[in-house]
Structures are given as C-alpha cells and as structure tokens.
C-alpha cells in the first residue's frame, strides 16, 4: 500500500486558473513538505511544516499556498497559473523535520499549465 | 551560500562497468551529506546519507565519502546493473534549514 499519496496524478490547467494538489501521508510522520521538479531546477525545495505549522518557506510567490487541515495532510493551492508552473510537484514526509530525519517522497503530481 | 555541484548530467555505462559519479559541496556549516536515486515515475528515494565528515556511507553496494578535505561527496559503485539506470541527485541539509540538491545525473546502464 502505498504510504504517501498524491492526487491526481496529471493536471492540465489553463493560464490563470487555480488548482489544488493533494498529499497525504499515512507513515505516522510529524513533518511535510512540498517539492517542485522541472527542466529548469531539477528539485528544489518549496514549503516545510512540522506539526501543521510552516517552519520554512522557499517559495517567492503568494501565488503557492500549502493548506494543513490535518496533521498528515498537505494540500498545495496554487493560483494565477502560469505556463512556468508546469513541473511536477513531490510531497514528502520526515517523522520529526529535523535535518537528520530521513524525508520519503510521493509520487509526485505532474502538473501543466497551457 | 550553501550549494552542491554535480558536474555530470548524463553517465552510460554497460553492465559490470565500475561507477563515478561527481558532487562536489560549498557550505561554511557541517552539514550531512546524502545522495538520493530516483527512478522514472517515482518521488526520489534516500539511497544512503553520512552526517559525520570522514566517514564512508554504504547502501546497495553504493558507497559515498564525507571528504571534508576536498569537500566531496562522490557516489561509487563497483559493478553497475541495468535495474541502476535512474536519476542520482546529491544533497545537503543542515540545521534543519531546507536541503540543497544537486542538478542530478542520470545513469543509463546498458546490458
């Protein structure tokens, strides 16, 4: 089974559009975070939470949301779409959010904005 | 600031072949050192991680060094197989602050 879900899978959206991306995690973990993957910036690190509470933000733009309504959910709103948001995006979990915690990825979501 | 250099975007090998792949790191810190795979279709997976300058990591027959002196972090394997041929990104993290990945290389290995 797997223990960290993404949904959907693929996204299509159009320019100007606002979509969710879905994480939950059922490993037990206090910490998630939010990764995006592109051609221009092979992995690069968006959001951290611990215990539903945003410890870093990475991210320059208001435009990325990560929304906790639990503590193993991570949702990513993202508005204002744009065609440079076309990556795909990975969540991920650690047990405590420390640097030495081991971080296990989802699937990831592929996300394309025409 | 903190960075972590991986100079090869692409390795080919044939099986059996012995395996290098390059990640140099710039930090004032002493951060842990890991090296994630990632394989076609999936989230990238911890391969094997070192916290402690000079020691060796070893996982699936892949082995890293912390070398401080050099500031080196280079994958190796002695014999690679076809089920390697993945994405290998290298990475650093310390006091808890976001971690830092490496562009990636992507090992094709052919049988």
């Known amino acids: 089974d797997p223990k960290i879900i993404q949904k959907p899978k693929y996204l299509v959206a159009v320019t100007g559009s606002e979509k969710i991306l879905i994480c939950e995690q059922y490993l037990g973990h206090n910490a998630m975070y939010w990764y995006r993957q592109s051609a221009k910036k092979p992995l690069e690190f968006m959001f951290s939470y611990s215990y539903q509470k945003l410890m870093d933000n990475q991210t320059a733009s208001s435009r990325f949301q990560p929304q906790s309504s639990k503590k193993n959910h991570l949702d990513l709103q993202i508005t204002a779409l744009k065609p440079d948001d076309s990556a795909t995006y990975f969540c991920a979990s650690s047990q405590w959010g420390l640097s030495q915690d081991t971080q296990y990825f989802g699937p990831g979501t592929r996300l394309l904005v025409l | 600031g903190d960075s972590v250099t991986q100079k090869q975007g692409q390795v080919t090998l044939s099986e059996d072949d012995f395996l290098f792949i390059n990640c140099t790191y710039s930090?004032?810190?002493?951060?842990?050192l890991l090296w994630y795979v990632q394989y076609p279709g999936q989230g990238p997976q911890l391969l094997l991680k070192?916290?402690?300058?000079?020691n060796k990591g070893i996982s699936r027959g892949f082995e890293a060094t912390y070398d401080k002196g050099t500031t080196s972090f280079h994958l190796q394997k002695a014999s690679v197989q076809e089920s390697d041929s993945a994405v290998y990104f290298c990475a650093l993290v310390y006091n808890n602050n976001a971690p830092r990945f490496g562009a990636g290389t992507k090992l094709t290995v052919k049988p």
């Open positions: 070192v916290t402690t300058a000079n």
């Open positions: 930090t004032t810190t002493y951060p842990t």
